[in-house]
């Protein structure tokens, strides 16, 4: 299996800039998450999705933050217009909710960079 | 979910066993404990998890205490690939959050 799959892996943009950061969850797993990670307030889960539906965006920094899961293989977690505080390493992670082993899966993560 | 406190780092010989605690005093009783760990730069790594029974894997074994209030990792020969963030989670068993706190530094050494 090739595990969870993010792109870009780096980015780097300007201030007001759009951001587009991809994931494709591991095949059969029905629960996506997405994750920021910054020195200061470490790795904090923004939102989760189960069969496609959002189920806790809680953690969504604010407005300019928007996530969308089309189907069960894509999600994508926009930026707009970005800031440079949203410089951090954002981790996609899946899993199989609903069984006796729920572990999330995460992705090598997408370093942004927001000059 | 309950919180968890972990000391901010440890050392550790290589070949010897790395023995990491991890206090969670205000667990419930459908509240499971789950390690992981994150290696540089990379993602965060499931090792293992357990509800009160003590539980072992071919990367670490999970001792957890009677009272449920604190619990041990243990990676039996740590090797330098083992130096990582260990993080010690709490999770209900009816969420899907998990919510990582500071973790444990882990320096293995030579």
């Known amino acids: 299996d090739a595990g969870v799959i993010q792109s870009p892996r780096h980015e780097v943009t300007e201030m007001g800039q759009e951001v587009t950061l991809r994931c494709k969850p591991i095949?059969?797993?029905?629960?996506l998450f997405w994750y920021r990670q910054t020195m200061m307030r470490g790795l904090e889960l923004l939102i989760y999705?189960?069969?496609?539906?959002?189920?806790?965006d809680s953690g969504m920094p604010e407005d300019r933050f928007s996530a969308k899961m089309p189907n069960a293989s894509f999600s994508t977690l926009k930026i707009q217009p970005s800031e440079p505080r949203d410089s951090a390493v954002y981790f996609c992670?899946?899993?199989?909710?609903?069984?006796?082993?729920?572990?999330?899966?995460f992705g090598p993560g997408t370093r942004l960079l927001v000059l | 979910d309950a919180k968890t406190t972990q000391p901010p780092s440890m050392d550790c010989a290589e070949g010897r066993a790395a023995n990491l605690p991890c206090n969670h005093s205000?667990?419930?009783?459908?509240?499971?404990v789950y390690w992981y760990r994150q290696i540089h730069s990379q993602g965060p790594q499931y090792i293992i998890h357990?509800?009160?029974n003590n539980e072992t894997n071919e990367m670490a074994s999970l001792i957890i205490t009677e009272d449920r209030k604190s619990s041990t990792l243990i990676l039996p020969h740590a090797t330098l690939r083992d130096t990582a963030v260990y993080y010690c989670?709490?999770?209900?068993?009816?969420?899907?959050?998990?919510?990582f706190g500071t973790g444990t530094r882990l320096q293995v050494f030579p």
């Open positions: 095949s059969g797993h029905n629960s």
């Open positions: 357990g509800l009160k």
């Open positions: 205000t667990i419930s009783g459908n509240e499971y």
């Open positions: 999705f189960n069969n496609n539906v959002p189920i806790d």
């Open positions: 989670i709490v999770r209900a068993y009816n969420t899907d959050k998990l919510i």
């Open positions: 992670a899946s899993n199989l909710a609903g069984t006796t082993k729920e572990t999330q899966y």
